[in-house]
């Protein structure tokens, strides 16, 4: 667990026995504690993944977030705009329970058919001037989802090979993803 605030931590290393570290989440990945095993399950309200990415691509040259394009909401399902600037989608038309563990073949909340794999659904948006980066947000128990650090790594790795572009950053699981926007000049030409 990674917090910035010592009475946070204090609490989980006490009453869940987990191991913990004084630090923002970005500090963090930076470090040595943070390898190809570690994984991430963000707890705070933003897009985690497109904010460590713009952290990342800052250090090897110039990267900015972009508005999502508007055709890209025709593309996903149930579309929604949160204030910050990332667009939402969505299988569900309801709040899902918090104990789903996003089974292959069907819904936990209304027991009917599974519509897909929204990750994959969300890869292949299109939108002239974009590639599409997608990070499979995976359950690692019912309701709580994350991805390993390697799989940031590769999205960075994508980014990087190109000396400039736009991209969607997207996480999603099964039924739900984010998307932001960015575009990223190289510093280094080659």
């Known amino acids: 667990m990674v917090d910035q605030r010592r009475e946070k ?3 989980i290393e006490r009453d869940f026995s987990l191991p913990v570290a004084m630090s923002d989440v970005g500090s963090f990945l930076d470090s040595p504690w943070a390898d190809d095993l570690t994984w991430v399950v963000p707890a705070i309200p933003v897009h985690f993944a497109f904010q460590w990415l713009l952290h990342e691509l800052e250090k090897r040259g110039r990267a900015e977030r972009l508005p999502v394009p508007e ?3 025709a593309q996903i399902p149930n579309p929604y705009r949160a204030p910050g600037g990332s667009l939402c989608a ?3 038309t309801f709040i899902c329970p918090d ?3 996003e089974p292959d073949d069907f819904c936990t909340a209304t027991k009917g058919p599974r519509r897909g ?3 994959e659904d969300l890869g292949r948006i299109s939108v002239p001037g974009f590639d599409v980066i997608v990070t499979r947000s995976r359950q690692l128990a019912p309701g709580v989802g994350g ?3 390697s799989s940031l790594q590769s999205a960075l790795q994508q980014i990087s090979e190109k000396q400039e572009g736009c991209c969607l950053i997207i996480t999603s699981c099964r039924c739900h993803g984010v998307i932001d926007a960015l575009r990223w000049e190289c510093s280094q030409r080659v």
Do not use: E, M
């Open 9 to 11: 931590l204090d609490r």
């Open 71 to 73: 055709s890209v909401d």
């Open 90 to 92: 969505s299988f569900a």
């Open 99 to 101: 104990t789903c563990s």
């Open 117 to 119: 794999n929204l990750f």
């Open 147 to 149: 991805y390993p650090v």
